[in-house]
């Protein structure tokens, strides 16, 4: 599938978020481009620069989302504007 980078990010970070809400291991990057249907380089692009933020940690293969990243997804879930 085609993504923009930014709607990459989120399904991304999305999958992060529900990942480990249900306290799940951190997942693969290629499981992650497996079932986002993306390509594994701009993946991983996209992964690199997130890591750059602080919002995620990759260790490895493994990404998973950082506290910070955490507690930026869970206001973005519960916010009310159409903008984040």
């Given amino acids: 599938m085609q993504y923009t980078d ?7 970070l999305e999958i992060l978020y529900r990942n480990r809400s249900e306290k799940r291991e951190p997942v693969e990057q290629a499981r992650l481009a497996a079932a986002l249907d993306a390509d594994e380089a701009v993946l ?7 890591e750059a933020e602080g919002i995620i940690d990759v260790r490895g293969d493994a990404v998973s989302l950082t506290d910070e990243g955490y507690m930026i997804i869970t206001t973005r879930q519960f916010s009310y504007c159409p903008h984040l």
């Fill in 6 to 12: 930014e709607d990459l990010k989120r399904c991304v």
């Fill in 44 to 50: 991983g692009s996209n992964i690199a620069e997130l």
